[in-house]
Antibody
């Protein structure tokens, strides 16, 4: 199993960014997938979940209405569209795979991609 | 939202000693609890799920216990590679899936 995130960058407050996570080594289209973030020197925060077929999404209150999770099962890729970025969104963003379908603790994580929101 | 509280924030222990880390949930989470280890610059690593089941490849010196709202991770005899930050996470039926703030295990 491999999860490879990309797309992190320095962006100004109010700006937008799209993160990607390319998956391999498992049947991506059968697992709900998640984004988890970690602010510098801080703990872990679950951000968003998308069902295996993309029909359902859930978000942390801190990002609801600003972030959109999506997936392309034909490309084994997970996305996170981030709009209206704030300084407090600065973090390393990880994509994470659950060990068991539908039960959301995570046995595989990507290496993370850093998003910095600053003017 | 279920709040997870870990104690202590930092635990100083010598190699070979036992370490006991605590995690408390703001409401009952049954046995829907996982523990992770994170080293600097690395992604978290799953140690334990369902309170007490070790993930693949995790040594037997790591054990978990508890139910409801009180949980414990015990490392029976600390090795040098065990010094890290440890997080608990609840995964009840519905999101958000919340993490504790972490316990840093320091070499005394």
């Amino acid at each position: 199993v491999q999860l490879l995130e990309s797309g992190g960058d320095l962006v100004q407050p109010g700006g937008s960014l799209r993160l990607s996570c390319t998956a391999s080594g498992f049947v991506f289209s059968t697992y709900g997938m998640n984004w988890v973030r970690q602010s510098p020197g801080k703990g872990l925060e679950w951000v968003a979940l998308i069902s295996y077929d993309g029909s359902n999404e859930d978000y942390a209150a801190s990002v609801k209405g600003r972030f959109t999770i999506s997936r392309d099962n034909s490309k084994n890729t997970l996305y996170l569209q981030m709009n209206g970025l704030r300084a407090e969104d600065t973090a390393v963003y990880y994509c994470a795979k659950p060990r068991v379908r539908g039960i959301y603790y995570f046995d595989y994580w990507g290496q993370g991609t850093l998003v910095t929101v600053s003017s | 939202e279920i709040v997870m509280t870990q104690a202590p924030a930092t635990l100083s222990v010598s190699p070979g000693e036992r370490a006991t880390l605590s995690c408390r949930a703001s409401q009952s989470i049954s046995t829907n609890l996982a523990w992770y280890q994170q080293k600097p610059g690395q992604a978290p690593r799953l140690l334990i799920y369902a309170v007490s089941t070790r993930a693949t490849g995790i040594p037997a010196r790591f054990s978990g216990s508890g139910s409801g709202t009180e949980f414990t991770l015990t490392i029976s005899s600390l090795q040098s590679e065990d010094f890290a930050v440890y997080y608990c996470q609840q995964y009840t039926n519905w999101p958000p899936y919340t993490f504790g703030q972490g316990t840093k295990l320091d070499n005394k």
